[in-house]
């Protein structure tokens, strides 16, 4: 008899659906993926609200697959473990970010990267996927979440779940790319967007002891940008303001740009062999560069999606250690779509997170 049949439960969630492109979120029953001895169910509390959430439900990135429920910064209480399952226990709070499966047999998986994993179906975004059952795989704007146990993370013992929650999409994309790069003490790192992602890039990057240099592109978030820790603040569309960083950055990590986006201003601010790391996804795409531009100092150019399983343990380890915390702005789950048009209306400082 299989696992499914012997449950008390049931495969079906309440969870808040998108029926097409820009439609409110209704709460609405659905069914859960196929119960598997891999898989995990927690019970939601929380939910952050990420820009990818936006995206998807706007079709920024072309078409979207409908109903949709958005959502990849996941935190709950474990309600059921299949027989394999190992990393978390019944009871244990725990989180889920942007990825819930991968292939595990790619050599991108095989060497310890399976956010970068290169096969497409196995690659199972925590929304806008299916499963290998053909389930389309849902997000956390919802009651119930079940999934594959590789990409469940315990969350730590000091660490409220509210404030877990974020750290499993806009934490790991800041911190993974940064950690990389070798960012530490005497590192001048510039943070394009102060928003969900800029804002960990700035607590990330002073917790590795560099200077930090808050980039937006209105003068709107200078004080707040200052207390969150920024050592200093400069408007990107700001000639005179930029020149003070003439060659001065070790790194810069983007997490937002206008469409208007030119490489060269921010290669002028990079020191030799300086790094440009973008982790933004926008609708469109980055221009091209002259060639010479990277040649003549030397620039590094690197991408970075989310992060590994290996590196996100690691976050939480960094964050309990530094005591990085997320700021966060509360809603309750069922003001989602207030939430999301706050959102776009620019407003949180600098996540928001849906309380169930
Ligand atoms: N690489 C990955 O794995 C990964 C993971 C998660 C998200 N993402 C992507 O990362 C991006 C940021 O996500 P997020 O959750 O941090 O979104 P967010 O909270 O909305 O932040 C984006 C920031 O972009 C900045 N921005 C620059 N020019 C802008 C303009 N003309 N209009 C509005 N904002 C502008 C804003 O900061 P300022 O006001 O300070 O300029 C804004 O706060 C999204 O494209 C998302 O899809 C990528
Ligand atoms: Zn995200
Ligand atoms: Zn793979």
Request: hydrophobic share 35%; proline share 4%.
């Amino acid at each position: 008899m299989s696992a499914t049949t012997t449950y008390n439960g049931n495969d079906t969630f309440h969870g808040w659906a998108a029926s097409a492109k820009g439609a409110p979120l209704v709460l609405q029953e659905m069914t859960l993926k196929q119960w598997t001895e891999d898989d995990v169910e927690i019970k939601i509390s929380h939910c952050g609200m990420c820009g990818s959430d936006d995206h998807y439900l706007c079709e920024s990135w072309g078409p979207s697959t409908y109903p949709c429920v958005v959502g990849h910064e996941i935190v709950g209480t474990v309600t059921r473990v299949g027989k394999n399952v190992k990393y978390v226990k019944v009871g244990d709070r725990a989180g889920v970010g942007a990825q819930s499966g991968a292939c595990q047999r790619c050599e991108n998986c095989l060497t310890g990267n399976p956010n970068t994993c290169s096969d497409l179906k196995g690659f199972i975004l925590t929304y806008g996927s299916r499963w290998p059952c053909g389930t389309p795989s849902y997000g956390g704007y919802a009651d119930k979440w079940r999934g594959d146990q590789h990409f469940v993370f315990k969350v730590p013992d000091n660490m409220t779940n509210e404030i877990a929650a974020t750290f499993f999409c806009a934490g790991i994309t800041t911190y993974a790319p940064l950690k990389r790069t070798d960012v530490k003490a005497h590192s001048v790192v510039g943070v394009m967007g102060i928003g969900g992602l800029g804002h960990y890039g700035v607590l990330w990057a002073k917790a590795m002891g560099a200077k930090v240099i808050g980039m937006s592109h209105s003068d709107k978030k200078r004080d707040v940008a200052l207390e969150l820790g920024c050592d200093d603040y400069i408007v990107t569309s700001d000639k005179e303001d930029r020149k003070r960083y003439f060659k001065k950055m070790t790194h810069i990590l983007c997490t937002g740009t206008s469409p208007d986006f030119q490489w060269e201003p921010y290669f002028d601010l990079l020191k030799v062999n300086g790094h440009f790391i973008n982790v933004s996804l926008p609708k469109w795409d980055f221009p091209p560069f002259h060639t010479y531009d990277i040649l003549k100092n030397q620039v590094f150019i690197h991408g970075s999606a989310i992060g590994s399983p290996n590196e996100i343990r690691e976050m939480l380890k960094f964050a309990a250690e530094k005591n990085v915390r997320p700021w966060i702005q509360k809603y309750s789950m069922k003001d989602v779509n207030k939430a999301m048009e706050n959102f776009r209306a620019g407003k949180p400082r600098f996540r928001f997170v849906l309380e169930n």
